[in-house]
């Protein structure tokens, strides 16, 4: 499948277990087009944009995992959002749900700043990295299947590629939960039987493939606006989910 064209359905499968290291695979999935849908939505958004943001450029591009290529801890969200990540170009930046989100990381010392804005605005993780299973901001936030499995051979090399040092993954909602007990069970890593079902402050683990270390795998709801403004999500309850995530990964923090 070598020279699949970035507009085939073909090209994520062809061209993730390729990238290496880590910067090149950001790079090439930048260049992503295989779903029609999302790629016509990415860049509808960018055209019409919201009034606050209409003096703007957006990024209108997949958005690539934001984080240190050695990370400990991941976080797996659902997808960028039209006016966030797909405006910015980085992961849950510019919207509420990233300022919930590095708001808590940064209580807990693993962000330098507790707020997102854009890409050059200083923000650096702290043995963490941020990524989703579909990199596209979709309508209504609500990827397809066939987008969902579409997009899975990034998501899989990302973490092949952290393996060496990644020790936990907290799953921000049920939509990345579902999406990466696949991954991790299609790259050889042992997970319980029957599969964990997704629930906000879930635990289960995952040994290695390779008889080597057992991460754990925690649930979190989403911290979307809904979630947060319901208080189904409330700030103390994300943050205590990412402060046990970093302890179990073995991060100094303020948890």
């Given amino acids: 499948m070598r020279g699949v064209p970035p507009g085939a359905p073909g090209f994520p499968a062809a061209s993730a277990p390729r990238a290496h290291p880590l910067r090149e695979l950001d790079t090439v999935l930048t260049t992503c087009r ?25 990024w209108a591009r997949p958005v690539p995992g934001f984080g ?3 990370a400990a801890l991941v976080i797996v969200g659902l997808a960028p959002a039209a006016h966030g990540g797909n405006r910015t170009g980085r992961m ?12 808590a990381l940064h209580s807990l010392g693993l962000a330098s700043r507790p707020t ?3 890409r050059g605005d200083g923000l650096e993780l702290s043995g963490v990295r941020i990524t989703a299973p579909v990199h596209c901001a979709p309508p209504d936030n609500r990827p397809t299947t066939t987008e969902r ?23 921000l909602g049920a939509f990345g939960w579902q999406a990466l007990l696949p991954v991790l069970a299609s790259d050889g890593w042992l997970l319980p039987r029957p599969r964990p079902a997704f629930g906000h402050g879930a635990e289960a683990w995952a040994a290695a493939p390779d008889g080597g270390h057992r991460i754990p795998l925690l649930g979190c709801y989403h911290p979307s606006r809904r979630n947060m403004s319901t208080r189904t999500l409330t700030p103390a309850m994300l943050r ?9 990964a073995g991060l100094p923090s303020g948890g």
């Fill in 34 to 58: 295989a779903c029609p849908r999302l790629v016509a939505w990415r860049e509808e958004t960018a055209r019409v944009r919201r009034r606050a943001f209409a003096d703007q450029d957006y």
């Fill in 68 to 70: 240190p290529p050695d």
């Fill in 92 to 103: 849950f930046t510019g919207d509420p749900s990233g300022d919930a989100l590095y708001a």
């Fill in 116 to 118: 997102a804005t854009h």
């Fill in 149 to 171: 499995d579409t997009c899975r051979p990034w998501l899989a090399r990302e973490l092949a590629l952290l393996r060496p040092t990644l020790r936990a993954i907290v799953v």
């Fill in 240 to 248: 205590q989910v990412l402060a046990r995530g970093a302890r179990l």
